[in-house]
Structure formats: structure tokens, C-alpha cells
């Protein structure tokens, strides 16, 4: 056998991971159900190159070196547990590997890893992320499941990925179905859980909204404005093409971006993020701020209704210094990205700690620099953040941050302050700074929410260290009769 890899699944996807591959100097045996689609491959794109085809699942199997790697490119769900039993039944062999490159929901990889591993395989799920382009010549690849198969398959991944920086974007990420998982929170354009995108896009829409209607800029001006920031701290992929979509005209002269309807689509997965983070009972609002901003933006009609009959403040023109507001909003979008992120890798070790992964946290941020719509100078700071330190409890905990953002926030309240007076909504940037003051408060006043859900519903509180006393005992469920009536029973039905 001379095979290093097999792929099964010739669509678009899998065609162009194979070519990759096959680019990369590995040789790869192409399987498809429909194995018509096989010999097409053959004699066309894969025409003059190393890969080899097989016809059945036994003859894949055949032609691999050992321990096999399979990688499955094909639809999501019963097709992938179809072809892991006709892989079993087909020859596989303990110690074999069986990759799942597909859309996978994570549970299904959690179950899939116990599975194979109970009868002596190995798993792997793997988000792939960044298109048919980036399958091409390089994906962000994000491999979890069985530990032991990642020596084996680490030399194929990491010269198929993307490479960015100098390092390729792939990673280990962790146990089980975390692959899976991490490509739901990430989010490229092929992803299924628009999440942390969702964020960026929302603070940047912020950002032109409040050049625009605020300082009354036009467009020309605003995509330079941009053109700088990807200069500095804000360089990323989403800047870039904003300050191209703020430069592009129509054959009038007008840019494109004022004649587009105001109303944002969803593909209706952009929500799953914010489910998954409520689910988890973390506080990721920025993400979920910005699916509620698209959700006002689709009722345009009702807020066309609205504009007539409510008034926000009067108009006043800026009188402060241009340049020096524009700076500090700058640094807006800079502490508000850090938030987002933060908030996200919360949402990630809130989940690992439930789910008994070890996550690698730096190499997640690393397979995120590149091949993908979030790619940026930032996430290379956030990957030296945790390698400096992987148990790192928080990105505001790091120094480079934790500095960042000190020295974004004067700006960062000046630039919502003065949204605020404009009457502009900026709720991603607003929910940021909420977090932030939030996070950074050691008292906050949920010791009047404890109260208030004893005194309608005797759910009882506990006291405060240091103020202990006789009734109040530290670490005890206390119950106050606040009323003098309704005596001293405790609601036992629910708790926090
Ligand atoms: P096909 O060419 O035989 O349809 C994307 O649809 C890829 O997934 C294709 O390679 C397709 O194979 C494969 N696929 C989709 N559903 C499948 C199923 N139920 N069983 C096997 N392969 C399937």
C-alpha cells in the first residue's frame, strides 16, 4: 500500500482537500459512493497527479499505508455513521484512524469518538473552515477527538492548513467532539454557528454608523479611516474589505453600500452561539447583542412607522476635535474586539470544564489567524497570551490586555457617551463596556436580586463574608421574614 490518506466524498469540498493534499506531496486515494464521480476525478482535475482512486470501501482500505487515516468529507449525519460501519466492516483495523472533516454537530462526534475508540479506532472530528478556496490551498483546520491519532495525522493537517505568520492554522484542539466544537464557536463562512463573526461585523457596522451620522463623514472618508486602522491594531480581514466596500461605486458615482436595504439577513444559525452561550449560563452578550441588532434591522417597515412619531435629541454638530474622536474610536472597537473574544474563550472553558476537555486554547487562536473571515493580527496576540500562559483564566487577566484595554477606555466611554448623546445605538460597543464594568466590579447588586427572590419567593440567600452573625451563618441558605407574614418556609424548587 502506498496510500498516506484516504478521502471519501467528492464533492467540491473533498475534491479540493484532495488536491491540496496531493500538492502537499502526500499521496491520496479518493473514494465517493457514487463511484462514477471517482473515475470523472481521475481522468479530470486529478489528471497527471500522484492520487489514486478506489472503487469500494475494501479497496480504499487496501491501498492505505498503516495506520489508516480516512478522512470523510460528506454529508452531515446518518452518512457519516453509514460509512464508519462500512469502514469497520470493510477491513479497518485497530489503531486506524477515522478522520470526519464534515459539518458534524459536536455531540454526534462525542459519540462517535466513544464509539470507535470502544471497538480500538481512533477518531478524529475536524472543523474545516474557509470554503472551497480555503480547502484548496489552505483550510483552518480544527482537529479533536482521540489524542493518541494526532502524531499520525499532525504532518498531513499541518501542511494542508493554511499557514499564517509562519505557522500553519491547525492545531490539536482537545478531546472528543471539541474540533466540532470549536468550529461551531469560531464560525467561518462554511460554519454552521455564525458566533464571533457575528460580533466583529456588528462593531464595525457601529463604527461607520457613528462616522457617518455622527461625525457626517462621507463614504470616501470613512473607508480611509479604516484603510488606517488595518494598519495598526485592528488589522484584520473584515477591515480590509470594509474600507473596499466603502470605496466601491456605482456607475453614478454613488457608493453601492447607501443603496443596500437596511436589513440585515441571518441564516438563521447566527443565534446558536447566543443558545449555546445561555445554555452554558455565560455572559457572551456582545455576540448576542449583535443577532438582536440584526433582528431590529429586519423590521424596517415598523421602524420607518417608529422614526415618524418618536425624536431622538436634536441634532448638534460635533464640536469637539475630529481626529481625536476618531482615535478614541479606534481604541472603541479595539476594547470591544477584546471583549468579544474574552467573552468567547469564557464560552469555551465554561463548556470544556462541563464536557472534561483540556482544551488548547492557543492553538485554537492560532488555527483562527488565517484561512478564515475572522483572520487577524489580534488572535496572534491572543495564541501568545495562552502560550504564555494555557491556564490563563481570563484574555483580561493578560498583560498585554489587560494594558490594552486600560488604555482604550477613556476613549472607548468618551466614543459611547457622546453615541449616547447623539441618540446612535451602539449596543455591541455598549454591552462591551457593560461587561467590562461588570467584570472588573467586585460588588455588583445582585445582593438586592437575592433579597428580592426571598422576599416574593423564599429562595433564600447567603451572607456576605464579613458580615456574619448569629442568624446569619457563612455558607448557610438563609431566609429572612421579610414581611412578618408568609413565616419561614424555603422555596427548595429552584436555585440561583
Ligand atoms: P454522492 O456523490 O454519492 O451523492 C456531498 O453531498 C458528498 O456527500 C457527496 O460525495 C455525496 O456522495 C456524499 N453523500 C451524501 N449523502 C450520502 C449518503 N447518505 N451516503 C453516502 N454518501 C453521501
Known sequence: ATGDIGLIGLAVMGQNLILNMNDKGFTVVAYNRTTSKVDHFLANE?????????HSIPELIAKLKKPRKIILLVKAGSAVDDFIDQLIQGGLEPGDIVIDGGNSHYPDSIRRTQTLEAKGFLFVGSGVSGGEEGARHGPSLMPGGSPAAWPAIQPIFQKTAAQA??????????????????????????????????????????AYDILKRGLGLAEDEIA?????????????????????????????GEPVVSKILDKAGQKGTGKWTAIAALDAGTAVTLIGEAV?????????????????????????????????FIDDLEQALYASKIISYTQGFMLMRETAKEL??????????????????????????ITDAYVKNPKLESLLFDDFFSRAIRTAQ???????????????????????????????????????????????????????????????????????????????????????
Open 356 to 381: 472534561n476537555w483540556n482544551l488548547n486554547y492557543a492553538g485554537i487562536a492560532k488555527m483562527w489567524r488565517g484561512g478564515c473571515i475572522i483572520k487577524s493580527v489580534f488572535l496572534k496576540d
Open 292 to 324: 438582536f441588532a440584526r433582528c431590529l434591522s429586519a423590521i424596517k417597515e415598523e421602524r420607518i412607522r417608529a422614526s415618524k412619531v418618536m425624536d431622538g435629541p436634536k441634532k448638534e454638530p460635533f464640536r469637539g476635535d475630529k481626529q481625536l
Open 46 to 54: 486529478a489528471k497527471g497527479t500522484k492520487i489514486q482512486g478506489a
Open 165 to 206: 505568520y509562519g505557522e500553519p492554522c491547525c492545531d490539536w484542539v482537545g478531546e472528543t467532539g471539541s474540533g466540532h466544537y470549536v468550529k461551531m464557536v469560531h464560525n467561518g463562512k462554511y460554519n454552521l454557528f455564525p458566533g464571533i463573526e457575528y460580533g466583529d461585523m456588528q462593531l464595525i457596522a457601529e
Open 410 to 496: 477613556p476613549g472607548w466611554r468618551r466614543v459611547i457617551a457622546q453615541a449616547v448623546l447623539w441618540g446612535i445605538p451602539t449596543p455591541a460597543f455598549s454591552t462591551a463596556l457593560a461587561f467590562f464594568d461588570g467584570y472588573r466590579s467586585e460588588v455588583v447588586p445582585a445582593n438586592l436580586l437575592q433579597a428580592q427572590r426571598d422576599y416574593f419567593g423564599a429562595h433564600t440567600f447567603r451572607v456576605l463574608p464579613g458580615k456574619e452573625n448569629d442568624k446569619f451563618k457563612l455558607g448557610e441558605d438563609i431566609h429572612v421574614n421579610w414581611t412578618g407574614r408568609g413565616g419561614n418556609v424555603s422555596a427548595s424548587t429552584y436555585n440561583t
Open 224 to 252: 480611509d479611516i479604516f484603510l488606517k486602522w488595518n494598519k495598526g491594531v485592528l488589522d484584520s480581514f473584515l477591515i480590509d474589505i470594509t474600507a473596499n466596500i466603502l470605496k466601491f461605486k456605482d456607475d453614478d
